[in-house]
């Protein structure tokens, strides 16, 4: 081994690197300001709506310095972040590369260059990079995983028939629910966090305290495998009543239950097919929002929860349907709870936290829209309450799409695919963006990280792959487990990630 140089030595050649790389920056500077040129922008957000007034700035300008400029504008107290579109391309560096990637006709300093604006996340949560915890108890194929709205507890199901229910603190196992005779086929946790409902094989839906871990109640009725749960936004509810669920199942019929009372409120039945999603949004309070469900009939259903009737039929799929996602997912699923750890009095305050949210949400996101993935390779973007017709139908997975979703600020939504790809795509337009390559089988599930920079996807080739939006590359590859991965989740809080495997593990992923 040749011996380590001397102090003076490191301390020279790390002051030689420094210089290369100061020089190498000043260049990039000096090159900046070489572009020559001027250039007409004008901001726009992404409703299309102008900010300011039109702009004559050198096409030297880098994304940091439209940053302050669109920040000065808005006349915002504290700089926000912002990325920045000209026509199709995002700019990442400056204005005239950019530029240059317009089409011929379009290259022409005369004409007013509209700039799109998106807002994003004011902070930042960090890739995970490392398991620290493989946590064993199921005795067979974990399924389902979901974080609680507060990112305190983790809820998972298993083909043992049992649900379990992890601390956080200590990523240690905390109660086991047993209660179901078969497979769990899905987990949900209320938006407020106190309860939890589990369902699967056995066709019944049981109801469970997130405190003790103790059966509140079984809600029975439903006479096939119950394939999906849905909680009512928090802030639709009615009154002090705590929110409704809504349970499909393959016996072809949505369900509405009152799960205080243990009780079925309504039955939605029109499907001619096993039922296989339903969500519940957040749109027309004066109803308790609408819910949203489809299965292997084809159509996407749109219900009115309170009187149970039908609003609307939503056609083109081709097969089945196999995944919904509404770009107002995250938020309705987290309630009142946000990324840092908030503590509320009561049920009213939660509802009121939730509503803010819900309302920033869609300001944000640009009026709520539903996504269907199919069977037939495709996925359809709608906007269900505005009209039947569809704003999008999206190709190029050449293999059955599994699962679709939204990040949490509505910009973007995934889909995974048995191609063994994913793709991101425009969440306004549908436009598509880019198909991520890695995974070497099957891609099963997805989870966006809280900033929406971050997505993580698991799949059958019994890898988790974590993927950064912006650069639009791999980040990090997380192997690990032995055998499939069923199910994955990120914490509302971005400290962690959940993977539930066919070798019986729940593996917690972190920074």
Known sequence: MPPRPNKKRRVADKKAAEEVVSKKLKAAAADALAIDGQALVQFVDPEGKIAGPQLDVPLGTSKDQLGTLLNQLLENSEEMPYSFHLEDTEITSNLAASFGKLSKGQQSTERVLNITYYPLAVFRVRPVTRCTSSLSGHIEAVLCVAFSPDSRQLATGSGDSTVRLWDLNTELPKHTCKGHLNWVLAVAWSPDGSRLTSAGMDKIVLVWCAQSGKNLGALRGHTQPVT????????????????????????????????????????????????????????????????????????????????????????????????????????????????????????????????????????????????????????????PVVSKTAVCRMTGHQKIVNQVAFSPDGRWFASASFDKSVRLWDGRTGKYVHAFRGHVGDVYQLAWSADSRLLVSVSKDSTAKCWDIGQRKLLEDLPGHADEVYAVDWSLDGSRVATGSKDRLLKIWRH
Not at 273 to 289: K, L, T
């Open 228 to 383: 999906c749960l849905c909680w009512q936004p928090l802030h639709v509810t009615e009154g002090d009543s705590f929110p409704f669920l809504a349970t499909s199942s393959k016996d072809a019929a949505v369900r509405i239950w009152d799960t205080t009372a243990g009780t079925c409120v309504r039955s939605l039945t029109s499907h001619s097919q096993p039922v296989m999603q339903v969500r519940w949004s957040g749109e027309r309070p004066d109803i308790g929002g609408v819910i949203y469900s489809a299965g292997r009939d084809c159509v996407v259903k749109v219900w009115n929860p309170k009187d149970g009737s039908m609003l609307s039929e939503l056609k083109g799929h081709g097969h089945w349907v196999n995944t919904l996602a509404l770009n107002t997912d995250y938020v309705l699923r987290s309630g009142p709870f946000t990324h840092e750890p908030q503590k509320f009095k009561d049920l009213a305050e939660k509802k009121e936290a939730a509503k803010k949210r819900y309302d920033e949400a869609i300001q944000l996101c640009g009026g709520e829209r539903l996504l269907s993935g199919s069977d037939d390779f495709t996925l359809f973007l709608w906007r």
